[in-house]
């Protein structure tokens, strides 16, 4: 039972455009979204949250936006930057529990 | 500040046998997680303590997998016997108040059973 998913493996855009990364949920009892970032042989960073009574929550040149009707979100970097080449983790939170439930992640390349 | 440390890094060897995992948290960190990541797949939490208290293990094979974090600091992920499907990342993560948006994660020990 895939509670959160990444229907996208792969991505890859040009330097200065704009990335979007996709992903949809089934439970609607979520009520935090985050996006972690990876980088090969290292852990997981946190990038960037919002919670399930917002819309958009922007830092800089990453904003995430969560459509809970369509229980969707989406990861908008701007402009993208090769440093920016990394697998991107979507990850809900369980209500009460503190507990991420993960996406199966997007690899994101950035070319210059 | 010092991140989350684990060791080893990688780790082969064959099914049947046991295997250890160690993670030392982020200082003061209460809450201490362990994820399992096969290949092509999310991080799936296997057990959650706080402090020295199990908060939820639900996901964690008994059969095979056991964890302890003795005075509420390191913690010790043990599979034993292995089986080739626990081939996967073993990820740590730590967070101050147990907050799901303040976990820091460690670099993971990638484990091969052959």
């Known amino acids: 039972d895939q509670q959160v998913k990444q229907n996208s493996p792969s991505l890859s855009v040009q330097e200065g455009r704009i990335s979007i990364l996709n992903c949809d949920y089934t439970n609607s009892m979520f009520d935090y979204f985050l996006w972690y970032k990876k980088y090969p042989a290292e852990g997981p960073t946190f990038l960037i949250s919002?919670?399930?009574?917002?819309d958009k929550n922007e830092d800089g040149r990453f904003t995430v936006f969560l459509n809970k009707s369509a229980k969707h979100l989406s990861l908008h970097i701007v402009p993208s930057q090769p440093g920016d080449s990394a697998v991107y983790f979507c990850?809900?939170?369980?209500?009460?529990?503190?507990?991420?439930?993960f996406g199966t992640g997007t690899r994101l390349l950035v070319s210059p | 500040e010092a991140g989350v440390a684990q060791s080893p890094r990688y780790k082969i060897i064959e099914k049947r046998q046991s295997v250890a995992f160690w993670c030392n948290p982020i200082s003061g960190h209460a809450t201490l997680y362990w994820y399992q990541q096969i290949l092509g797949q999310g991080p799936k939490l296997l057990i959650q303590?706080?402090?020295?208290?199990?908060?939820?293990d639900s996901q964690l094979p008994k059969d095979r997998f056991s964890a302890e974090r003795l005075k509420g600091v390191d913690s010790t992920l043990k599979i034993q016997p292995a089986k080739l499907e626990d081939s996967a990342v073993y990820l740590c993560?730590?967070?101050?108040?147990?907050?799901?948006?303040?976990?820091?994660f460690g670099p993971g020990t990638r484990l091969t059973v052959l």
């Open positions: 993560a730590s967070s101050l108040r147990g907050l799901s948006n303040e976990q820091f």
């Open positions: 303590f706080q402090n020295n208290g199990v908060v939820d």
């Open positions: 990850a809900a939170s369980v209500p009460g529990f503190q507990k991420l439930v």
């Open positions: 919002i919670s399930s009574i917002k």
